[in-house]
């Protein structure tokens, strides 16, 4: 379980996070990113049959370049003896969210970062990389072929000799 990107923990309990987008995604299940803006159900599952006897509140916040960051959702403290917590929440703009995750008794919240319709630092590496490989293979085939890789300009007569 600690090699599970969506778990976090809660002091010594353990925290799992999904994200769900069924109107586009029928089947899919999110943790670190969402792939696009609108609706979605937020579930923490509270792992420790002890969290499950003690308040939990959970608020979802946007993270902005401005001094106080925009809240989306606040559920209030209570006791989930399923141990299961649903939110449903709105992603109106891509970005990068935070569901924030309370405890009583726990120190500090629990951080649950969700990037929501954002091209991952993966996808844009994959993305130079192919356009840098077609680059060099059109210079290296094209040059066997007799391709100039760039349009030449024949030298003036008059620069000659």
């Known amino acids: 379980m600690d090699l ?10 353990l925290v799992h996070f999904s994200a769900y ?32 006897k003690k308040s939990a509140a959970v608020r979802i916040i946007e993270e902005t ?5 925009r809240l989306l959702l606040d559920i209030p403290p209570r006791v989930y003896p399923s ?20 405890v009583d008794g726990v120190d500090g919240a629990v951080r649950f970062p ?11 590496v994959l993305i130079a990389g192919l356009l840098i490989g077609c680059g060099v293979g ?3 085939v094209g040059g066997k072929l007799g391709w100039p890789p760039f349009p030449v300009k024949k030298a003036s007569p008059l620069l000659k000799g």
């Open 114 to 124: 969700i990037r929501v319709a954002s091209l991952s630092n993966t996808t844009l």
């Open 21 to 52: 987008q069924p109107q586009e995604y029928a089947t899919e299940e999110f943790c670190r990113s969402v792939p696009q803006t609108g609706s979605a159900i937020l579930v923490f599952d509270l792992i420790d049959p002890e969290l499950r």
């Open 4 to 13: 599970d990107p969506c778990i976090e923990r809660a002091g010594v309990y």
């Open 138 to 140: 059109y210079y290296v």
């Open 65 to 69: 370049n401005t001094a106080e960051p």
């Open 83 to 102: 141990g299961v917590v649903n939110a449903e929440v709105n992603f109106d703009t891509p970005g990068q969210y935070t569901a924030l995750m309370t």
